[in-house]
């Protein structure tokens, strides 16, 4: 009877220990979905998950039905009360009146939000955006990929309720004028990674003022933006600690201009996709200054030959492990066994299909 009493007290003893420490370490791996799954295999192990709010950091709905009604559901209980990141990405069902209702019926739910991604949320507009920005005032990324509803408007909004945003992704918000830009520039001088392809109304002026003022930028997507001009690309040279830089389309981009971005000599990514003015100037002259590229696409640039293969070679060689000279009909050495001959790090010679 005593060994049995000894047995039931070390097999208690293992499950609250063992089983809790492995509970919490596997805990934090699983999706959210498994997550709250385990929920509902026992009382002891619901009280065990919900004892850690470590866990409870993320709220993932992205591709998600009725989204809305179940980020309301998840913000109303205790646990989520510390949560960092919302991910909506293309979930559906998520209207201004549900970002509305967190506002006044969970008004401090989001005080540790941090991140937040509404990329594909097309039907919330600058009164959503009002109302739940207002309740986040330690966002530091914000994301709304492909909605043509906010204005200027919802940037003002934005800016005016979170001043920590250091990573902001407005791709494919076409409505967006220079007025947006001016109010980045001047509410988020720290800002780190921006995103503005396909926002078309944005012109020189526009991205000037982030140019000037955003100093610390590190990334910078300009894709499928062909109204800019040497007079805005040539102050790219101002962002030293510059990575990553998308210029696919730029067709006005010129070799001088070029010459002027390649000051940036902290680059490990660039994308000069259909650039079609540039020739093999320009190239070299990324190439003797940029020594750290990783990533470079010259796909279909019809001006650049293999003589700035050659200079790429000679600086880039041990680095380069994406190159696409695709389309450049200039480029006689293009085959993928002369290519690595040049380049042996190259694991990729297609970015464009």
């Known amino acids: 009877m005593e060994a049995k009493k000894v047995t039931e007290e070390e097999e208690e003893s293992w499950r609250r220990e063992i089983v809790t420490s492995v509970m919490r370490l596997v805990s934090t791996r699983l999706p959210q979905t498994d997550l709250i799954s385990l929920l509902l295999v026992s009382p002891w192990l619901y009280r065990t998950l919900i004892s850690y709010p470590s866990i409870w950091l993320n709220i993932d709905l992205h591709e998600m039905t009725n989204a809305g009604d179940r980020?309301?559901?998840?913000?109303?209980?205790?646990?989520?009360?510390?949560?960092?990141?919302?991910?909506?990405?293309?979930?559906?069902?998520?209207?201004?009146?549900?970002?509305?209702?967190?506002?006044?019926?969970?008004?401090?739910?989001?005080?540790?939000?941090?991140c937040l991604n509404l990329n594909g949320c097309q039907?919330?507009?600058?009164?959503?955006?009002?109302?739940?920005?207002?309740?986040?005032?330690?966002?530091k990324v914000f994301s709304i990929y492909w909605n043509v509803r906010v204005t200027d408007?919802?940037?003002?909004?934005?800016?005016?309720?979170?001043?920590?945003?250091?990573?902001?992704?407005?791709?494919?918000?076409?409505?967006?004028?220079?007025?947006?830009?001016q109010l980045v520039a001047e509410s988020y001088q720290d800002l780190e990674s921006l995103n503005i392809t396909r926002c078309v109304k944005i012109t020189d002026d526009g991205?000037?003022?982030?140019?000037?003022?955003?100093?610390?930028?590190?990334?910078?997507?300009?894709?499928?933006?062909?109204?800019?001009?040497?007079?805005?690309?040539?102050?790219?040279?101002?962002?030293?600690?510059?990575?990553?830089?998308?210029?696919?389309?730029?067709?006005?981009?010129?070799?001088?201009?070029?010459?002027?971005?390649?000051?940036?000599?902290?680059?490990?990514?660039?994308?000069?996709?259909?650039?079609?003015?540039?020739?093999?100037?320009g190239v070299i002259t990324i190439a003797n200054s940029c020594t750290s590229l990783e990533f470079l696409s010259?796909?279909?640039?019809?001006?650049?030959?293999?003589?700035?293969?050659?200079?790429?070679?000679?600086?880039?060689?041990?680095?380069?492990?994406?190159?696409?000279?695709?389309g450049c009909i200039g480029i006689k050495r293009r085959s993928r066994e002369e290519l690595l001959q040049m380049f042996p790090r190259l694991t990729c010679f297609k970015v464009h299909s």
């Open 71 to 114: 980020l309301f559901a998840a913000l109303s209980l205790p646990r989520y009360r510390q949560v960092k990141h919302i991910n909506l990405e293309f979930a559906q069902g998520v209207v201004d009146s549900h970002l509305k209702l967190v506002k006044a019926e969970c008004p401090d739910a989001l005080l540790s939000l941090e």
């Open 123 to 139: 039907k919330i507009s600058d009164n959503g955006i009002e109302a739940i920005t207002s309740i986040c005032p330690k966002l």
């Open 153 to 181: 408007a919802g940037i003002r909004h934005l800016v005016k309720n979170c001043r920590h945003i250091i990573d902001l992704n407005l791709s494919g918000c076409k409505s967006l004028t220079d007025k947006s830009m």
């Open 207 to 281: 991205l000037l003022q982030v140019l000037q003022k955003c100093s610390s930028l590190q990334t910078l997507n300009l894709y499928a933006l062909s109204g800019f001009t040497d007079k805005a690309y040539k102050k790219i040279s101002l962002l030293a600690d510059l990575r990553f830089l998308d210029l696919c389309g730029a067709q006005n981009l010129s070799d001088e201009g070029l010459g002027h971005i390649a000051k940036c000599n902290k680059l490990e990514s660039l994308n000069l996709t259909w650039c079609v003015r540039i020739t093999d100037a």
């Open 298 to 326: 010259l796909f279909g640039i019809v001006g650049v030959t293999d003589r700035c293969l050659e200079t790429l070679s000679q600086t880039c060689s041990t680095t380069l492990t994406t190159l696409d000279v695709n």
